[in-house]
């Protein structure tokens, strides 16, 4: 069954710290995306990638960076985390082409305290 | 701008009943249109979509979505639910900007489904 696995369910972090948040697909899948999702407002888009070492910013990107070193593994940093950063984090994968639907992880719900 | 809508925050159906979950859409065109299911705790799910050819289109778990032009529309149904389709429900559509695709997904729909 095709995949993507994100490292951790649960995170909780303490304001400030950095935080790594990794994401991997076995699907060969070009795109990879971060997103976190907040009751009310939705998917929100932070930051994407179409190519190795390539990295686009989404909607909200202050606050956050990623690196995408290999094609099937797409990492989420939180500089400094901050309380407003507390959130569901959703990692997904998709081929290129607009036809294409996600493949989303199963989300880190990171809390920041 | 382009958008998408899901007008009903909350719905709560008796198992066993129909269900139709709206979306609609804010384009020039045609997009590409989607619906997702996310059970509680975990990620979105890709249930069907559409871009082209028959406007009903079958979809995984017994669902179904109609896109109508006239419209903008593109509504989830499922003639009888199950406990098991409590869930939030996205849909999702794909647009052309500036020779690329974006995505933009709606705000969701919770389904609540009474025993």
């Known amino acids: 069954d095709v995949k993507v696995t994100q490292s951790s369910r649960y995170l909780v972090k303490r304001t400030g710290e950095k935080v790594f948040l990794e994401c991997v697909q076995d699907?060969?899948?070009?795109?990879m995306f971060w997103y976190r999702q907040d009751p009310g407002l939705g998917l929100r888009l932070i930051y994407f990638?179409?190519?190795?070492?390539?990295?686009e910013k989404g909607d909200i990107p202050e606050g956050y960076s990623v690196s995408r070193e290999k094609k099937e593994r797409f990492s989420l940093i939180l500089e400094s985390a901050s309380t407003n950063q507390t959130s569901m984090y959703l990692c997904?994968?998709?081929?290129?082409?607009?036809?294409?639907?996600?493949?989303f992880g199963s989300g880190t719900r990171l809390t920041v305290v | 701008a382009q958008s998408v809508t899901q007008p009903d925050i909350h719905i709560t159906v008796s198992e066993g009943a129909s269900l139709e979950l709206r979306c609609n859409y804010s384009?020039?065109?045609?997009?590409?249109l989607f619906w997702y299911v996310q059970s509680p705790g975990q990620g979105l799910q890709l249930l069907l979509k559409?871009?082209?050819?028959?406007?009903l289109v079958q979809g995984i778990k017994g669902f179904e979505a109609e896109f109508k032009r006239s419209q903008s529309s593109f509504n989830l149904r499922k003639p009888s639910v199950h406990w098991s389709d409590a869930a939030e429900y996205f849909c999702a559509v794909a647009f052309t900007t500036s020779g690329t695709y974006k995505y933009i997904f709606g705000t969701g729909t919770r389904l609540k489904v009474l025993a």
């Open positions: 559409y871009f082209s050819g028959d406007t």
């Open positions: 990638s179409y190519d190795v070492k390539m990295k």
């Open positions: 699907m060969d899948h070009e795109n």
């Open positions: 997904a994968s998709r081929p290129t082409g607009p036809g294409y639907g996600y493949t």
């Open positions: 384009y020039g065109a045609t997009p590409y």
